[in-house]
């Protein structure tokens, strides 16, 4: 018998915040990770919509600019996204403090709980 490329050989366990080990630090996590995800995809929208806009724009130079804008202001966003994304990670390797990128999202406490 052959293996299927796609064929499992090992056991296929449910995500934490699916198992009941749900908390507050996986849930702001998992809504910092989506929000990125929401910020990509918009960059990648503006970049299609405004190649899109320029390729409809049929040579009109008031058209032209507006896709051009479109398409700078996307990539600005990208710069930012990327960056900020790379300062998080940065941030969360060198002091090994958990921001829900690489690490679970921590919040600081002060004093003891007893």
Same mark, same amino acid.
Not at 94 to 106: C, V, Y
């Given at each position: 018998m052959s293996t299927v490329l796609a064929q /499992?050989?090992?056991?296929? %366990?449910?995500?934490d915040f699916l198992a009941g080990n749900l908390n507050l630090m996986d849930i702001l996590g998992w809504i910092i990770r989506l929000f990125f995800i929401g910020a990509g995809l918009m960059v990648v @929208? +503006? /970049?299609? @919509? #405004?190649?899109?806009?320029?390729?409809? =724009? &049929?040579?009109?130079?008031?058209?032209? !600019?507006? !896709? $051009? +804008? $479109?398409? &700078?202001? !996307? /990539?600005i966003g990208f710069v930012i996204l990327f960056a900020t994304v790379a300062i998080?990670? !940065?941030i969360e390797q060198?002091? =090994? *403090? #958990? /921001? #829900? *990128? %690489? $690490?679970?999202?921590?919040i600081p406490r002060f004093g003891n709980a007893n």
């Open positions: /499992l050989t090992g056991n296929i %366990t449910r995500p @929208y +503006n /970049l299609l @919509y #405004g190649g899109f806009e320029w390729i409809q =724009s &049929t040579g009109d130079k008031e058209k032209v !600019a507006k !896709a $051009r +804008n $479109r398409i &700078t202001n !996307a /990539l998080i990670i !940065a060198i002091f =090994s *403090f #958990g /921001l #829900g *990128f %690489t $690490r679970q999202l921590n």
